[in-house]
T-cell receptor, first 115, second 113 residues
Framework: DAGVIQSPRHEVTEMGQEVTLRCKPISGHNSLFWYRQTMMRGLELLIY????????DSGMPEDRFSAKMPNASFSTLKIQPSEPRDSAVYFC?????????????FGPGTRLTVL | QKEVEQDPGPLSVPEGAIVSLNCTYSNSAFQYFMWYRQYSRKGPELLMY????GNKEDGRFTAQVDKSSKYISLFIRDSQPSDSATYLCAMSNQDNYGQNFVFGPGTRLSVLP
């Protein structure tokens, strides 16, 4: 199994540009999560989907952030317009089902730098 | 006060030492407690999961939860250089994820050969 796949691995962009991060969860997993990790704030849950439906997006920092999951094998996290404070590592994770007792498998992350 | 606190380290120990990693929390409703290990430039991976209070052992790793003190610990016996990583605690007060699923900031551990 290839695990959770994220692309790109690194992204450098200028303030004001649109950024799209992509995630392919593990096949057969029904829950997908987007996290952001920074030194200051640690690992924060942004949004999670269950069966392709967004369940809780209360962690999304503001309207500039949006996430979609058009099918069970693909999700995107979009930032428009990007700002320097969005610089962070963004992780996607998936689990077989929702629930704290179901192990989340994390992807390698996308390291985003906004200049 | 942050909801989950963890000493950021770095913590350096010699190979073979017993390591104790700890988290304190403020939300008494937390019932699900997890420890994740994160190697440099990698995503976190689940190490241990505990529900409510008590101990759980898995090989060289032991997780303890003391809900009365709002304190959880991860012990690593016979530590190895391969244990060098950042350890994150995580907790939740419900079965589902959401805004109540909180990670600690992580403790960076170095095990020296």
């Amino acid at each position: 199994d290839a695990g959770v796949i994220q692309s790109p691995r690194h992204e450098v962009t200028e303030m004001g540009q649109e950024v799209t991060l992509r995630c392919k969860p593990i096949s057969g997993h029904n829950s997908l999560f987007w996290y952001r990790q920074t030194m200051m704030r640690g690992l924060e849950l942004l949004i999670y989907f269950n069966n392709n439906v967004p369940i809780d997006d209360s962690g999304m920092p503001e309207d500039r952030f949006s996430a979609k999951m058009p099918n069970a094998s693909f999700s995107t996290l979009k930032i428009q317009p990007s700002e320097p404070r969005d610089s962070a590592v963004y992780f996607c994770a998936s689990s077989l089902r929702a629930g704290a007792y179901n192990e989340q498998f994390f992807g390698p992350g996308t390291r985003l730098t906004v200049l | 006060q942050k909801e989950v606190e963890q000493d950021p380290g770095p913590l350096s120990v010699p190979e073979g030492a017993i390591v104790s990693l700890n988290c304190t929390y403020s939300n008494s409703a937390f019932q699900y407690f997890m420890w994740y290990r994160q190697y440099s430039r990698k995503g976190p991976e689940l190490l241990m999961y505990t529900y409510s209070s008590g101990n759980k052992e898995d090989g060289r790793f032991t997780a303890q939860v003391d809900k009365s003190s709002k304190y959880i610990s991860l012990f690593i016996r016979d530590s190895q250089p391969s244990d060098s990583a950042t350890y994150l605690c995580a907790m939740s007060n419900q079965d589902n994820y959401g805004q109540n699923f909180v990670f600690g900031p992580g403790t960076r551990l170095s095990v020296l050969p």
